[in-house]
């Protein structure tokens, strides 16, 4: 495929946040928030990204590129899951490991302790433990911070607790680094909420942060973007193949 002017300039960020076996997922309810995609979907877009030349990159190298500081290999994309769940680890981590990538496992940590038992709006999916997360890490992915307990920030803020804040992402730092020995380097925000005073917050602890969209229309990384702004696309089973190939080619806004 011949890559255009805009693959090169536009970066696309893929979130996602479950990986179901096609034969026990979740229903899905048309018009609602979906959180995962079919396990065969999964391999398919896997294989399209393999097919089609693109390369998986980490969130130094981008942003490393953002600061003018390193090029970047054709036909970026950064792959993401939010949420530590098991069933990454179960059923994405071995679809990547064929291809080598690194992709980005941003981490609840009170989740992966066992301290939290569910996010609150979300019901019961089991989670990765911080062995399961060490082993993504020898295997080349990033740990990200998301969090010790997927807190709202924005309603914190709001609220007036800005020392809650902090705690949250502090104690997020500490338990990454007393578990897996590494500092986390980037941050995506729990719901995608946020305010500026919550990114001020954030700027203090990390130099790179990611939101994410559900609806069209598509967000790509810029040389232009604020790098505590990234936006990212959520990949469920709402999104339609032909739409996913539309986000990551640059060709078309979603058709809703
Ligand atoms: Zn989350």
Same mark, same amino acid.
């Given at each position: 495929?011949?890559q255009?002017a805009?693959?090169?300039?536009?970066?696309?960020?893929?979130? %996602?946040h479950?990986?179901h076996?096609d034969?026990?997922?979740p229903?899905?309810?048309?018009?609602?928030?979906? !959180?995962h995609?079919?396990l +065969?979907?999964?391999?398919r877009?896997?294989r399209?990204l393999?097919?089609? !030349?693109f +390369?998986?990159?980490t969130?130094?190298?981008? %942003?490393d590129w953002?600061q003018?500081?390193?090029?970047?290999?054709?036909r970026?994309?950064?792959?993401?899951?939010d949420?530590n /769940?098991?069933?990454v %680890?179960? *059923?994405? #981590?071995p679809?990547?490991?064929?291809?080598?990538?690194? #992709?980005?496992c941003f981490v609840? @940590?009170a989740?992966a302790? !066992?301290?939290?038992?569910? =996010?609150p709006h979300?019901?019961w *999916?089991?989670?990765m433990?911080w062995? $399961?997360?060490?082993?993504?890490?020898e295997a080349?992915? @990033?740990?990200?911070?998301?969090?010790q @307990?997927?807190?709202?920030?924005?309603?914190?803020?709001?609220a007036? *607790?800005?020392d809650? =804040?902090?705690?949250e992402?502090? !104690?997020?730092?500490?338990? =990454?680094?007393?578990?897996?020995?590494? @500092?986390?380097f980037?941050?995506a925000?729990p719901?995608?909420q946020w305010?500026?005073a919550?990114?001020?917050?954030? +700027?203090r602890f990390?130099? =790179?942060? /990611?939101?994410?969209h559900?609806?069209s229309?598509?967000h *790509?990384?810029?040389? +232009?973007?604020?790098?505590?702004?990234l936006?990212?696309?959520?990949?469920s089973? $709402?999104?339609?193949f #032909?739409?996913?190939?539309?986000?990551v080619?640059?060709?078309?806004d979603?058709? $809703?």
């Amino acid at each position: 495929m011949i890559q255009t002017a805009r693959n090169r300039d536009q970066v696309p960020i893929l979130v %996602y946040h479950r990986v179901h076996p096609d034969d026990d997922a979740p229903p899905i309810v048309a018009g609602e928030y979906c !959180g995962h995609v079919l396990l +065969s979907n999964f391999v398919r877009q896997m294989r399209y990204l393999d097919k089609h !030349g693109f +390369s998986v990159i980490t969130y130094r190298e981008l %942003y490393d590129w953002l600061q003018d500081k390193a090029s970047l290999p054709p036909r970026p994309v950064l792959i993401d899951f939010d949420d530590n /769940r098991g069933v990454v %680890y179960d *059923y994405a #981590a071995p679809v990547l490991a064929e291809y080598g990538w690194p #992709a980005t496992c941003f981490v609840i @940590t009170a989740l992966a302790d !066992g301290k939290l038992p569910e =996010i609150p709006h979300e019901g019961w *999916y089991s989670a990765m433990n911080w062995q $399961q997360l060490a082993q993504l890490c020898e295997a080349g992915w @990033t740990i990200g911070a998301h969090t010790q @307990t997927h807190a709202n920030l924005r309603k914190l803020d709001e609220a007036g *607790y800005q020392d809650r =804040i902090e705690a949250e992402l502090r !104690g997020c730092c500490e338990d =990454i680094e007393r578990e897996l020995g590494c @500092t986390p380097f980037c941050f995506a925000y729990p719901q995608g909420q946020w305010n500026e005073a919550v990114e001020a917050v954030v +700027s203090r602890f990390f130099p =790179i942060a /990611r939101h994410w969209h559900e609806f069209s229309p598509f967000h *790509y990384v810029t040389k +232009s973007t604020n790098p505590l702004r990234l936006p990212a696309h959520n990949i469920s089973e $709402q999104l339609s193949f #032909a739409d996913f190939v539309a986000f990551v080619e640059q060709t078309a806004d979603m058709v $809703q």
